[in-house]
């Protein structure tokens, strides 16, 4: 899923001063910062929804073949998701930054590829039945 | 096609609602082990990139001059009957990660603030942050071994908790002791936003 790590430095160890050294590009604090993004093309943002890290994420449907404008990332979310998983469990499982799961799940709902499920906001945290089924839930373990 | 049909029936119902308790505590407390207690799958974990020159810049001519930290955060799961689905994050131990914090205590049913007794100004950060949040919480001690056992009354004192702030010991490596602080955390938080609270059972 990640691009192929970066060569290491040595390779350019005698830039000239003169001019921006390209090696400032390829130090290990460098490389994780810029790569996320790149699989989003550069977008930070999603296009659409908040994606809380609980938010729960189910694919519309089986993987597609051949579908345009997705890339294998997308397409992995969309394995992962035949089952229902959080946006938290979807970064973990694809060991990729929260800020880019986000924008490619963002890509994935406006086409239709997912459906979510946001979680109680704050302020509707007064429904019993939830807290009843915690207890039952913590207590069966 | 079996599983397609199958696929089709699993999308008719809703969607599970997903629920988070927050573990929060000192570097090295235990917060971890307790989320790998009872998590149901073996720990995930999910990661943040941030600069040290600030978050949401965009100016990218400074890009290759920023440092980035990795704000990493364990989180396990519990699955419960009735469609709700329960997740543990263990927060960041690093105060400066507070956005993480917020982002992670935000609609959270309640936190455990672990403690260690050896280093108990350790979890004050995390009680003054949930304090200020109005976030119910209740602290555990995780009773390492070789540290000295202090009554729950007198840290109860040390870290100047109002009284309706419970305080018990744990084993955070023990499953019967973490789902205790749990349910003694949901019962908590019941009382704390005004339910009527049912009478705690032993597990």
């Given at each position: 899923?990640?691009p192929?790590?970066d060569?290491?430095?040595e390779h350019w160890?005698d830039?000239?001063?003169?001019h921006?050294a390209?090696?400032r590009?390829?130090?290990?604090q460098a490389?994780p910062?810029?790569?996320p993004?790149?699989?989003?093309?550069?977008?930070?943002e999603?296009?659409r929804?908040?994606?809380?890290?609980?938010?729960?994420v189910v694919a519309a449907?089986p993987?597609?073949?051949?579908?345009?404008g997705?890339?294998?990332?997308?397409?992995?979310?969309i394995?992962?998701?035949q089952s229902?998983?959080?946006v938290?469990?979807?970064?973990?499982?694809?060991?990729?930054p929260?800020?880019?799961?986000r924008?490619?799940l963002?890509?994935?709902l406006?086409?239709?590829f997912?459906?979510m499920?946001?979680?109680e906001p704050?302020?509707d945290?007064?429904?019993i039945?939830?807290y009843?089924a915690?207890?039952d839930?913590?207590?069966?373990l | 096609?079996?599983?397609?049909?199958?696929?089709?029936d699993?999308?008719?119902?809703?969607?599970?609602?997903a629920?988070k308790?927050?573990?929060?505590g000192?570097?090295?407390?235990g917060?971890?082990t307790m989320?790998?207690?009872v998590?149901?799958?073996?720990?995930?974990?999910?990661e943040?990139?941030l600069?040290d020159?600030g978050v949401?810049?965009d100016?990218?001519?400074?890009?290759?001059r920023?440092?980035t930290?990795t704000?990493a955060?364990?989180?396990?799961r519990?699955?419960m009957?009735?469609?709700?689905v329960?997740?543990?994050?263990?927060?960041?131990g690093?105060?400066?990660?507070w956005f993480?914090?917020?982002?992670?205590?935000?609609?959270?049913?309640g936190a455990?603030?672990?403690?260690?007794?050896?280093r108990?100004s350790?979890c004050?950060?995390?009680?003054?942050y949930?304090?200020?949040?109005?976030?119910p919480?209740?602290?555990?001690?995780?009773c390492f071994e070789?540290?000295?056992?202090y009554?729950l009354e007198?840290i109860q004192?040390?870290?100047n908790l109002g009284p309706k702030?419970?305080?018990?010991?744990?084993?955070a490596?023990?499953?019967e002791s973490?789902?205790q602080?749990?349910?003694?955390l949901v019962?908590?938080?019941?009382k704390?936003?005004?339910l009527p609270?049912?009478?705690?059972q032993?597990?």
């Amino acid at each position: 899923m990640m691009p192929p790590e970066d060569p290491p430095q040595e390779h350019w160890p005698d830039a000239p001063a003169s001019h921006p050294a390209p090696d400032r590009f390829l130090d290990e604090q460098a490389g994780p910062m810029v790569r996320p993004y790149v699989m989003t093309s550069g977008r930070t943002e999603p296009t659409r929804g908040k994606f809380d890290l609980i938010t729960l994420v189910v694919a519309a449907g089986p993987e597609p073949e051949g579908a345009i404008g997705l890339g294998p990332e997308h397409l992995a979310i969309i394995r992962l998701c035949q089952s229902v998983l959080s946006v938290a469990e979807l970064t973990g499982h694809l060991d990729l930054p929260v800020a880019t799961v986000r924008v490619l799940l963002g890509d994935l709902l406006d086409k239709g590829f997912v459906s979510m499920q946001e979680p109680e906001p704050e302020a509707d945290m007064h429904d019993i039945r939830l807290y009843k089924a915690v207890i039952d839930g913590l207590r069966a373990l | 096609m079996v599983s397609g049909l199958s696929r089709n029936d699993g999308r008719a119902r809703r969607l599970p609602t997903a629920v988070k308790i927050v573990i929060a505590g000192g570097f090295g407390v235990g917060k971890t082990t307790m989320v790998g207690t009872v998590s149901e799958t073996r720990p995930l974990r999910t990661e943040e990139l941030l600069t040290d020159e600030g978050v949401g810049i965009d100016d990218l001519s400074g890009v290759e001059r920023k440092k980035t930290t990795t704000v990493a955060m364990d989180f396990g799961r519990i699955t419960m009957r009735d469609e709700y689905v329960l997740y543990l994050f263990g927060t960041p131990g690093q105060e400066r990660f507070w956005f993480m914090w917020d982002e992670v205590s935000l609609g959270a049913l309640g936190a455990v603030v672990l403690a260690d007794t050896r280093r108990l100004s350790d979890c004050f950060p995390s009680v003054d942050y949930f304090e200020r949040r109005s976030t119910p919480f209740v602290v555990a001690v995780n009773c390492f071994e070789g540290a000295r056992q202090y009554d729950l009354e007198e840290i109860q004192m040390a870290l100047n908790l109002g009284p309706k702030v419970p305080v018990m010991l744990c084993d955070a490596r023990s499953l019967e002791s973490c789902k205790q602080v749990l349910i003694n955390l949901v019962l908590h938080a019941m009382k704390f936003r005004g339910l009527p609270a049912e009478a705690p059972q032993n597990a």
